[in-house]
């Protein structure tokens, strides 16, 4: 188990960075300076090492703490602050689970910052998302799988964050505050749809940490009001 001064811990709002989508450095400069606790670099597709390292290198020239979520080895590229491993909960595709990441960490396993890496649980709730597609996410799920779902990240495999994933589409907060009734230790991040101050509200009062990225590319001024949507919102307390 992790401990409890994992960098993430205190994220409440995250900008999450594509780096196969083009961003200007006047946006890049309003994101990184927006007062967000963090930028995390990540995917579904055409994330490479080439696109990844220059997105980086924009993003160090400013002090916001940078992740990179690893989804594919080509693309693991030193120099973060912190990297997360996604590990796809509901799929049976079990390859992304536990196939990739084996794969590897057999050829990289000894060369990886261990102190500043995480897995991550993704629980992939809208069947319309990149991600389901890619990874056959069984992304309908009643609420009762929801929690066994969360049981088994949280009290059986002690994952450190598990990231309830909408991507593309607002999500039920309903569902995701009763997921955060049953997390014990793991950090619950949501993400999806939010595009505007008010889903930012109800996102921060439903799970511990909200990811905002599409909306960077749309709406700017949209984008950036969610920071202080968030900031201003309570942490949910259990
Ligand atoms: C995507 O959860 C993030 O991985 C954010 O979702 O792009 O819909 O904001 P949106």
Same mark, same amino acid.
């Given at each position: 188990?992790?401990?409890?001064?994992?960098?993430?811990?205190?994220?409440?709002?995250?900008?999450?960075?594509?780096?196969?989508?083009?961003?200007?450095?006047?946006?890049?400069?309003?994101?990184?300076?927006?007062?967000?606790?963090?930028?995390?670099?990540?995917?579904?597709?055409?994330?490479?090492?080439?696109?990844?390292?220059?997105?980086?290198?924009?993003?160090?020239?400013?002090?916001?703490?940078?992740?990179?979520?690893?989804?594919?080895?080509?693309?693991?590229?030193?120099?973060?602050?912190?990297?997360?491993?996604?590990?796809?909960?509901?799929?049976?595709?079990?390859?992304?689970?536990?196939?990739? @990441?084996?794969?590897? !960490?057999?050829?990289?396993? #000894?060369?990886?910052?261990? +102190? %500043?890496?995480? &897995?991550?649980? *993704?629980?992939?709730?809208?069947?319309?998302? @990149?991600?389901?597609? !890619?990874?056959?996410?069984? #992304?309908?799920?009643?609420? +009762? %799988?929801?929690? &066994?779902?969360? *049981?088994?990240?949280?009290?059986?495999?002690?994952?450190?964050?598990?990231?309830?994933?909408?991507?593309?589409?607002?999500?039920?907060?309903?569902?995701?505050?009763?997921?955060?009734?049953?997390?014990?230790?793991?950090?619950?991040?949501?993400?999806?749809?939010?595009?505007?101050?008010?889903?930012?509200?109800?996102?921060?009062?439903?799970?511990?940490?909200?990811?905002?990225?599409?909306?960077?590319?749309?709406?700017?001024?949209?984008?950036?009001?969610?920071?202080?949507?968030?900031?201003?919102?309570?942490?949910?307390?259990?």
């Amino acid at each position: 188990m992790e401990v409890q001064s994992a960098i993430y811990t205190g994220w409440r709002h995250v900008f999450k960075l594509d780096p196969d989508r083009e961003i200007s450095d006047d946006r890049l400069d309003a994101i990184c300076m927006s007062g967000t606790d963090a930028v995390i670099v990540g995917g579904s597709t055409g994330v490479t090492f080439d696109n990844t390292v220059d997105l980086m290198s924009r993003i160090r020239r400013y002090e916001v703490p940078c992740a990179l979520e690893v989804s594919n080895e080509e693309a693991a590229v030193p120099g973060f602050d912190h990297y997360f491993i996604p590990l796809v909960l509901n799929t049976d595709k079990a390859e992304w689970l536990a196939g990739r @990441q084996i794969q590897a !960490l057999r050829k990289f396993g #000894a060369f990886i910052p261990w +102190e %500043s890496t995480s &897995a991550e649980g *993704y629980l992939i709730l809208n069947e319309d998302a @990149q991600a389901a597609k !890619l990874t056959g996410a069984q #992304a309908g799920l009643d609420p +009762e %799988s929801v929690a &066994a779902h969360i *049981y088994m990240a949280d009290r059986l495999m002690h994952l450190p964050v598990i990231y309830m994933e909408y991507s593309g589409r607002f999500g039920d907060m309903e569902l995701v505050k009763k997921a955060l009734r049953l997390v014990t230790g793991a950090r619950l991040f949501y993400g999806g749809g939010i595009d505007d101050a008010e889903k930012a509200k109800q996102a921060a009062a439903a799970a511990h940490t909200v990811i905002v990225g599409n909306v960077i590319y749309d709406d700017l001024d949209a984008a950036l009001s969610t920071v202080e949507a968030v900031r201003t919102t309570a942490t949910p307390i259990l």
